[in-house]
């Protein structure tokens, strides 16, 4: 009896969240328009070939900055939050396209066949984190896997 092995595929789903401390030009060329055709590409190719995937989101990524900003001032306050999340939201406010794409949850939820798993909520590296901060980020995530009706089995530091 031969055993197969199992893979697994998996997207960290970052957005500019992702690039965080990245000085690069080529980071502003991350656009909502642009991350969607991806995702829609990546997608095609996955059904085609009839391949699950995991996904794994930063939650900020899927929310409005509204919601995000709403959070980060009553929730992300510790002192390596804040010295991650300033860097973000001071190109947030340069550009905010490329940091907040609801729509890439969306699409990957109606797919119906994939995993949808965390890559934590703020992007925050996690060995920069006290425990308190780290149980604010899991708790962040837990709010958010309620709120988008997922069952995070997965979740991606």
């Known amino acids: 009896m031969i055993n197969k092995g199992t893979i697994t595929l998996s997207f960290d789903c970052e957005g500019k969240w992702g690039m965080i401390d990245s000085n690069s030009d080529w980071v502003n060329n991350i656009s909502n328009e642009s991350l969607v055709e991806v995702y829609k590409y990546i997608l095609d190719v996955l059904n085609f070939y009839d391949i699950p995937a995991t996904f794994a989101f930063v939650g900020a990524l899927t929310e409005k900055k509204e919601t995000f900003m709403e959070l980060n001032q009553s929730h992300l306050t510790g002192y390596s939050h804040k010295k991650w999340i300033n860097l973000a939201i001071k190109k947030i406010n340069e550009n905010e396209d490329g940091w907040f794409a609801p729509k890439l949850l969306e699409l990957v939820k109606n797919e119906k066949k994939h995993e949808i798993a965390s890559h934590s909520y703020s992007h925050t590296p996690f060995n920069k984190l006290n425990i308190d901060e780290a149980l ?17 089995q997965s979740f991606i530091f």
Do not use: Q, Y
């Open 136 to 152: 604010i980020e899991l708790s962040l995530v837990k709010k958010w896997s309620e709120k988008n009706k997922i069952n995070c």
